[in-house]
């Protein structure tokens, strides 16, 4: 194929799906956006579609009406989990989600995942069942192992949010198989969110505060694995090991180590103990992958958002949502009162080149008064850089009534 038909597909491509806005209104556009994440299954349900219309919207709108002048706007943002539903069905939710957005003139932040929940794809993950649907036992490849052979594939996860709770192995973030059906699902949604951008009038254009690709991205965090677990993925979940997550642990947080399947499809290693630093590469090349994918599809990087996260206080883990595609984006618990006291993330910021970054993940623990949430927030939007707060979840405050008097307060002309 001669070297330039490659650019001529891809800009062709960006006209079909519809381009977004011209990248200088949207980074001279002085605006900063408190999103609220609808919990997903708390109202809003990608595998009903129709639960994620304007009566959700409007639910929030009715404590953060938008005044069209004020500097700050509210909006709604939803994590679309793409491998969670059939993909007729997460398209199907996601134009619903859209049109509600536009119906009501809510800034929206479009979130997808590919990581943490893939029921939906056990072609990709059932290495252990010939009963069940999807069966191929080189599904190994595709999910991470305990040690650096293939035998030693998980059958089971645990996560915690909340609660421990049992879940499917996490992926490999370096398989082929897998990588590529992340790409296709960025190729399926994105032309979606960029064709409803392009349609609307240059009033509403400021309605897309974003798309975010990758949910705290990183090995071993959010799908941890006990030591000998698969041995109890046929056992009854309430003889679980109730361990807690040591997070100052960079290689393996208190639980086995994992890591070796990723290590091993990228060439990094295929013996001996993995370093902070391989994990942290592994991670960072998946994220930039997927970034750059939805760069191919014609999101700017002033619209594309890479979610990051750290536990141990500036480990390496907060480099990996930095890359030439997107602007960075981290979750913030611990330092949510004050970002400039969180060295990982103040450590990327001295070196972006990102027009933008933001707090895309965000709860404010402890202290419970409308002056504590109205500072913290003020401290986080201080940065004419930090393009959005993205409070988890709308369910955690709808009846924190000091926390929506901050928000109120802020989004004022």
Not at 196 to 214: E, Y
Not at 235 to 251: H, I, Q
Request: charged share 20%; hydrophobic share 40%.
């Amino acid at each position: 194929m001669p070297r330039h038909t490659h650019l001529i597909v891809a800009l062709l491509s960006i006209v079909a799906a519809g381009s977004p806005a011209p990248a200088s209104e949207v980074i001279n556009d002085p605006r900063q956006y408190i999103l609220v994440n609808r919990a997903p299954g708390q109202g809003m349900n990608q595998a009903a579609p129709d639960s994620l219309g304007r009566e959700q919207f409007e639910e929030v709108l009715a404590q953060f009406p938008n005044h069209p002048s004020a500097r700050i706007q509210t909006g709604v943002s939803y994590v679309f989990s793409c491998f969670r539903t059939p993909p007729e069905t997460t398209v199907r939710a996601l134009r619903t989600f859209l049109k509600a957005a536009e119906d009501t003139a809510t800034p929206v932040l479009v979130q997808i995942d590919t990581e943490h929940w893939w029921e939906a794809r056990p072609d990709l993950w059932n290495w252990w069942d010939p009963a069940q649907p999807g069966y191929d036992s080189a599904n190994r490849t595709n999910v991470e192992w305990s040690d650096w052979s293939p035998d030693s594939a998980l059958r089971i996860a645990w996560r915690n949010w909340g609660q421990q709770i049992r879940v499917l192995p996490p992926p490999n973030l370096a398989s082929p198989r897998y990588v590529a059906a992340c790409r296709d699902e960025i190729r399926r949604l994105v032309p979606v969110i960029l064709a409803w951008h392009q349609g609307l009038p240059p009033k509403h254009k400021h309605l897309l505060v974003g798309i975010k690709l990758g949910h705290e991205t990183s090995i071993g965090v959010n799908a941890y694995y006990h030591p000998g677990g698969n041995r109890l993925a046929g056992r009854p979940a309430s003889e679980d090991p109730a361990r807690e997550l040591d997070t100052e642990d960079v290689l393996a947080r208190g639980m086995a180590r994992i890591g070796y399947a990723a290590l091993a499809t990228s060439g990094i290693r295929h013996q001996g103990i993995p370093t902070e630093a391989e994990l942290r590469d592994v991670a960072q090349r998946y994220l930039a992958t997927l970034c750059h994918e939805a760069a191919l599809a014609g999101v700017p990087r002033q619209l594309l958002f890479a979610h990051g996260a750290g536990w141990k206080e500036g480990e390496l883990i907060y480099d990996v949502p930095v890359n030439p595609d997107a602007c960075p984006a981290w979750s913030f618990y611990r330092h949510a009162a004050d970002p400039r006291k969180d060295a990982g993330v103040q450590r990327n910021l001295a070196h972006s080149d990102a027009p933008f970054w933001a707090a895309t993940e965000w709860l404010l623990m402890g202290r419970n008064d409308t002056a504590a949430w109205r500072a913290a927030l003020d401290r986080n939007l201080a940065d004419p850089r930090c393009r959005y707060v993205c409070i988890f979840n709308w369910e955690s405050i709808r009846s924190n009534t000091n926390a929506l008097a901050a928000v109120r307060s802020l989004g004022v002309p």
